[in-house]
């Protein structure tokens, strides 16, 4: 989540949805950092090994809001 809109976030991994074959849905929950104004949110993810190879993520707030992960 490089957008500068994030910065001065958190982000909490809430869900992780295999939509079909190739598509996963990660949905988090964004808070606020006041001690972070520079960096985005970061989030870790431990998955089975190859779990998520050939995957396209679609990342999603609580609220439904996609966003931009680029």
């Known amino acids: 989540m490089s957008d500068k809109e994030y910065k001065n976030r958190t982000a909490w991994t809430r869900a992780i949805e295999f939509l079909d074959n190739d ?11 006041d001690d972070n104004e520079y960096e985005p949110p970061r989030t870790y993810i431990k998955v ?3 779990t998520m190879v050939g995957k396209k993520f679609i990342v999603v707030t609580e609220g439904g809001d996609k966003l931009n992960i680029n």
């Open 23 to 33: 598509v996963v849905r990660i949905t988090i929950h964004l808070g606020t950092d």
């Open 48 to 50: 089975e090994k190859n």
